[in-house]
Each structure stands twice: as structure tokens, then as C-alpha cells.
């Protein structure tokens, strides 16, 4: 059991660039989320989803987007790379009861 | 709509006393309740969580938690602190049966002195 699992753990891109983040999960878990977090701020919620084929907006979606085509993958793109981007992406998939499970995180550097 | 505040972002203490994080949430209907830690370098992990019944809440490590709903606190203990402990710890709370959406503290950052 993997868990949640993120590729890649670091990259470092251009202003302009363009990316994707990868995340999987095998829980079979509805819902999904990508955080990301900078020094002393905690998590902000970037984006959501409650299933596959539903996706919305969390605190910080502008210069991202995500989709959901299956229970497993939320990818999350983004484009036109800023340095405001320059953060720790986290994603995790979420239970019942709420509990949150986390990959280890992509650590992006926006130069 | 929920809030989470986590009182102090660092706290401080010697190897073997008593670590004590403080949080306090507001929910305008029954809260679930989480703590979470962060190490170096990783994804968050759940320490323990509060849903119903029984309010003190054991969690891995040898953490524990008191749901006070008088007080709307879930602060964070643990009797004697090991050098393994030094970490970013989270309080987050969400709505019971509700959003599925958790709203996280800023997070205090646990140093462990020898």
C-alpha cells in the first residue's frame, strides 16, 4: 500500500514554463486535495475534488488548474510559471471521517 | 464556516518535560478534530483525531488530546519530550458530516533542547 504518492519531488522552472504535478492515491479514497505551503503561512488549499469528474476551487486557485478523470490521479497543472509559485506543492486524499493521508510533497522553485 | 488557531508558533522545552500545544477552533455545528506533524522534509502525518465519543484521544508517539467543548480547545500533550519530537505540528478542524474541507492552524513548530 503506497499511500499517496507525488512525482517529482523537486523541479525548478522558468518564469513562463509550464508543468504538471503528479499525484496518485490507492485507497480507493473520494476525495482529493492539493495544498501548497510556504514558510510560517501553514496550508493553503489550492484545489478540491469529492470524486472523479468533480473538481473546485480552494483559498489559492489563480495560475492552476486541476482535473479528475479517475478515483486514483489529481493531477495538478500549472501555467505560466511566476515566482509567487515558488513553494512546497502537497497533496493528499481524504476519508469518511475526514482524516487527510499526504504525499511527500514536490518542491517548486519558479526562477 | 470553522477556524483554527494555534496559540504560538514555536515552543520551546528540555528533553523530558511536558510538551503542551495549544488550539482552539470555532465551528458552528459538531467538530471533527485533528492534530498532524511534519517532519523535516515530509508530508504531514496524523497524530490523532477527535470524531465522538470518548473526548481524550491517544495518538502514536505518546501524544494525547482532550476535546473541551466548553473551552472549544484541543490542545496537544505529551508528559515527557524526546529529542525525536522536534517537529511542525498541525491543528485542523472540519465539519462533522459537512464540507469534507478541513481548515488547518498555522502550525507551531516544537524545538526539543537536550
Known amino acids: 500500500n503506497a499511500g499517496v504518492t507525488q512525482t517529482p519531488k523537486f523541479r525548478i522552472l522558468k518564469i513562463g514554463q509550464s508543468m504538471t504535478l503528479q499525484c496518485t492515491q490507492d485507497?480507493?479514497?473520494?476525495?482529493m486535495y492539493w495544498y501548497r505551503q510556504d514558510p510560517g503561512m501553514g496550508l493553503k488549499l489550492i484545489y478540491y475534488?469529492?470524486?472523479?469528474?468533480?473538481?473546485d476551487k480552494g483559498e489559492v486557485p489563480n495560475g492552476y488548474n486541476v482535473s479528475r478523470s479517475t478515483t486514483e490521479d489529481f493531477p495538478l497543472r500549472l501555467e505560466l510559471a511566476a515566482p509567487s509559485q515558488t513553494s512546497v506543492y502537497f497533496c493528499?486524499?481524504?476519508?469518511?471521517?475526514?482524516?487527510?493521508?499526504f504525499g511527500p510533497g514536490t518542491r517548486l522553485t519558479v526562477l | 464556516a470553522q477556524s483554527v488557531t494555534q496559540l504560538g508558533s514555536h515552543v520551546s522545552v528540555s528533553e523530558g518535560a511536558l510538551v503542551l500545544l495549544r488550539c482552539n477552533y470555532s465551528?458552528?455545528?459538531?467538530?471533527?478534530l485533528f492534530w498532524y506533524v511534519q517532519y523535516p522534509n515530509q508530508g504531514l502525518q496524523l497524530l490523532l483525531k477527535?470524531?465522538?465519543?470518548?473526548?481524550l484521544v491517544k495518538g502514536i508517539n505518546g501524544f494525547e488530546a482532550e476535546f473541551k467543548k466548553s473551552e472549544t480547545s484541543f490542545h496537544l500533550t505529551k508528559p515527557s519530550a524526546h529529542m525525536s519530537d522536534a517537529a511542525e505540528y498541525f491543528c485542523?478542524?472540519?465539519?462533522?458530516?459537512?464540507?469534507?474541507?478541513?481548515?488547518f492552524g498555522r502550525g507551531t513548530s516544537l524545538i526539543v533542547h537536550p
Open positions: 493528499a486524499s481524504g476519508d469518511s471521517t475526514d482524516t487527510q493521508y
Open positions: 485507497m480507493n479514497h473520494n476525495y
Open positions: 475534488s469529492v470524486g472523479a469528474g468533480i473538481t
Open positions: 465551528s458552528s455545528v459538531p467538530p471533527y
Open positions: 477527535y470524531t465522538t465519543g470518548a473526548t
Open positions: 485542523a478542524v472540519s465539519e462533522a458530516g459537512g464540507s469534507y474541507i478541513p481548515t
